[in-house]
């Protein structure tokens, strides 16, 4: 549900400017799954939402090495939550507050 929403709103937003992109959800076989990807010219940008008030690494687990699974490079990877905090998580990891991002 507000992972759902979190998501529906990032599209929408995205639909209103001239976005040339794709949209995925990626699950591997391994069972490493990633909320949402936009697919751009030249690489990826990746989200995880999480629901949490507090952001840790753990809820980043699935995002470092995306680039050895995917054809393009990942430009950003971002944590989307209800944490008042920015944080760096790892490498080019960031968590951002959900409603900063979408507003």
């Known amino acids: 549900a507000y992972e759902s929403a979190i ?3 990032i ?18 076989l391994d069972g ?10 030249n690489g990826y940008i990746a989200f995880e939402v999480k629901m949490t008030d507090n952001v840790t690494k753990a809820d980043a687990r699935h995002l470092p090495g995306l680039d050895e699974i995917l054809d393009k490079p990942v430009l950003g990877s971002f944590v ?8 760096r998580l790892e490498g080019n990891i960031q968590a951002l507050p959900a409603a900063m991002f979408l507003s």
């Open 7 to 9: 998501i529906a709103e």
């Open 11 to 28: 599209i929408k937003q995205l639909r209103i400017i001239p976005f040339q992109g794709m949209f995925h959800h990626l699950r591997t």
């Open 32 to 41: 490493r799954e990633v909320d949402f990807l936009l697919e751009l010219e």
């Open 80 to 87: 989307l939550s209800n944490d008042p905090e920015i944080k």
